[in-house]
């Protein structure tokens, strides 16, 4: 986005927020390789958020703020009571629209001209303690009311540790390859598919089977925990060759220094 919106004095809220969706739509960051969710859903939704933010004059921080509670909010739900089904749809409507404020931020941010360091770090910041308290609460709830489902919160804590080692080695990779000047390579369409259970939108939507077959199940596998499971076995296995490639894509840029 090569400057900020401006629109001429007198701008009725509408044409400011079509305004501002048609500067996003026409301004967006390239996709390739960005997993399947994140970047034919997610970001979509967040134009919109970050359209109506722009023509109500809210500024990013506001955005991350609404970002952080409502991701909050939908781990008290599921801290609140033994687990059900209608509250698991809660809690996945407020961990996704959490997670659509969150790419909503940063679009805001170039729309205004208002990209800071400070903002940045922020949402960095907001980042780091929201991936792993997600699972951290799931392990919480788990061993408050479904104690019989311990190996469940173990799955939980290890996913926690996994999320968080994995959110570091992205960012600090990141940042190196920019410094170094060295363009970033992402894939194309399909990579974007085959990271699907790896987005973090797929696993908001997951806790829409939380609760499911839980009453008077206490020896039964639940539908939650099959899937979440499964994508805690990809995201350690993800984590493992996506460190080990950055590992040699850093080392080979020492060499090169």
Request: net charge positive.
């Amino acid at each position: 986005m090569s400057a900020p919106l401006q629109l001429p004095e007198g701008a009725s809220w509408f044409e400011h927020f079509q305004q501002a969706r048609a500067t996003l739509d026409a301004a967006q960051k390239p996709g390739n390789g960005v997993p399947a969710y994140t970047r034919w859903v997610n970001r979509r939704a967040a134009r919109l958020i970050a359209s109506f933010g722009a023509a109500s004059h809210m500024t990013p921080n506001m955005v991350t703020t609404i970002s952080f509670l409502l991701s909050i909010g939908g781990m008290v739900l599921m801290l609140s009571q033994p687990p059900h089904p209608l509250q698991g749809v809660g809690v996945a409507v407020l961990l996704a629209l959490g997670y659509i404020f969150d790419s909503a931020d940063g679009q805001l941010a170039r729309l205004t001209g208002r990209s800071s360091k400070a903002g940045e770090w922020l949402d960095h910041v907001v980042d780091a303690v929201r991936s792993p308290a997600i699972h951290l609460s799931v392990a919480v709830a788990l061993t408050l009311y479904q104690p019989h489902m311990w190996w469940l919160a173990l799955v939980a804590l290890v996913y926690a540790l996994i999320t968080s080692a994995q959110f570091l080695s992205q960012i600090l990779a990141e940042a190196f390859v920019r410094a170094a000047g060295r363009p970033q390579t992402r894939g194309g369409n399909l990579r974007s598919w085959i990271l699907l259970p790896t987005d973090p939108g797929t696993l908001c939507w997951s806790f829409l089977l939380w609760g499911l077959a839980s009453e008077g199940a206490a020896h039964t596998v639940t539908p939650f925990a099959v899937l979440y499971t499964a994508l805690a076995v990809i995201a350690v296995a993800h984590a493992l060759m996506s460190m080990r490639r950055r590992y040699r894509d850093l080392t080979a840029l020492d060499r090169n220094a």
